[in-house]
Nanobody
């Protein structure tokens, strides 16, 4: 069993930046692909970014491409999401997740472990 814990959320003005982190404990997820999803009130959970187990491949959602960067440090059991030029529509709870695949995946249903989420609020 792996436990994922997100941190780094908060309140930021439009145009600002935040860096989310996700630390894993328990079962090692270094061989797992990792992803970030977000969910705004009244909306479905949405794919944000994913990274392959070796960190060589990354995918991004259409609405965030060019503004967000996902990275991982398997030695530190950490996945980071650097978010720049934030917009009010980025406001959501952001979730870290791990999928038992080596390839990066956008498919929410492939993710097995989930964190509790961290709130990101972007004011206009």
């Amino acid at each position: 069993q792996a436990q994922l814990m997100e941190s780094g959320g908060g309140l930021v003005q439009a145009g600002g930046s935040l860096r989310l982190s996700c630390v894993s404990s328990g079962r090692t997820v270094s061989a797992y692909s990792m992803g970030w999803f977000r969910q705004a009130p009244g909306k479905e959970r949405e794919f944000v970014a994913a990274i392959s187990a070796d960190g060589g491949i990354a995918y991004y959602g259409d609405s965030v491409r060019g503004r967000l960067t996902i990275s991982r440090d398997n030695g530190q059991n950490t996945v980071n999401l650097l978010m720049n030029n934030l917009k009010p529509e980025d406001t959501a709870v952001y979730y870290c997740a791990a999928a038992p695949t080596s390839y990066a995946t956008r498919n929410l249903n492939e993710y097995y472990y989930w964190g509790q989420g961290t709130q990101v609020t972007v004011s206009s």
